[in-house]
């Protein structure tokens, strides 16, 4: 089930694309990071494994699928099975004439700096590309979801979308930054306000408070 974004609610296939060249601190899918973590399927075994499920929805997620050089392919065909794409994405890559329908991008903020310092380096120069996001938002349909860990956050939320010159406010989402029930819970009422002082969405994380972020299969 999506458990973020607009779609929040909706039942989804997920294809989790491993491989990731950031280290966010509070990543809940760590175990995506490195490229060897996954299994080698070739596009049309993943297609055929989707299908096996009655959702007309699909998620691709990682690690960080835009750096995949598959992906373009996978879409296609995804899409001429009659599926709605969704691509989650950091937004540091760009892709052109992909017909993903929704390009959920989560930019990192300074708040996702591991406390490692070579991960912090490795972590720093790629977490955010202002000319990436530019492209991204001018040539897909799109969410911004920007992941809040305290209500400092909300001056380098707003300093990021003024540098980027075409964002559309009403797209634009504030989710809690939370790895257990507990936590989310704890953090929600605080984004809550962020939201209603701002105008901008409240990002849901069903998977977060439905399932307190167990792995599924």
């Given at each position: 089930m999506q458990g973020e974004g607009f779609l929040a609610g909706i039942p989804s296939v997920f294809v989790r694309l491993a491989g990731c060249p950031l280290r966010c601190r509070w990543c809940d899918t760590k175990y995506a990071w490195s490229?060897?973590?996954?299994?080698?399927?070739?596009?049309?075994?993943?297609?055929?494994t989707v299908q096996?499920?009655?959702?007309?929805?699909v998620v691709v997620t990682g690690g960080e699928p835009m750096v995949d050089t598959d992906l373009p392919q996978?879409?296609?065909?995804?899409?001429?099975?009659?599926?709605?794409?969704?691509?989650?994405?950091?937004?540091?890559?760009?892709?052109?004439?992909?017909?993903?329908?929704?390009?959920?991008?989560s930019p990192?903020?300074?708040?996702?700096?591991?406390?490692?310092?070579?991960?912090?380096?490795?972590?720093?120069?790629?977490k955010l590309d202002l000319a990436v996001l530019e492209e991204l938002l001018g040539c897909y349909n799109y969410q911004l979801k920007f992941v809040v860990d305290s209500g400092a956050d909300l001056s380098e939320i707003e300093e990021t979308i003024e540098k980027l010159?075409?964002?559309?406010?009403?797209?634009?989402?504030l989710m809690p930054q939370a790895s257990t029930r507990?936590?989310?819970?704890?953090?929600?009422?605080?984004?809550?306000?962020?939201?209603?002082?701002?105008?901008?969405?409240?990002?849901?994380?069903?998977?977060?408070?439905?399932?307190?972020n167990e792995r599924g299969m």
């Open positions: 490229k060897e973590a996954g299994r080698q399927y070739s596009t049309d075994e993943i297609v055929s096996q499920w009655p959702c007309r929805f996978l879409v296609r065909e995804l899409k001429a099975v009659g599926k709605h794409i969704t691509i989650e994405t950091a937004g540091i890559a760009y892709i052109p004439d992909m017909q993903c329908d929704l390009m959920s991008i990192k903020l300074s708040n996702s700096m591991p406390d490692d310092s070579e991960l912090a380096a490795i972590h720093k120069n790629s010159a075409n964002v559309d406010s009403e797209k634009v989402m507990q936590g989310f819970l704890a953090k929600s009422p605080m984004v809550a306000e962020l939201c209603k002082r701002t105008g901008y969405a409240f990002s849901q994380r069903l998977q977060v408070l439905l399932w307190d």
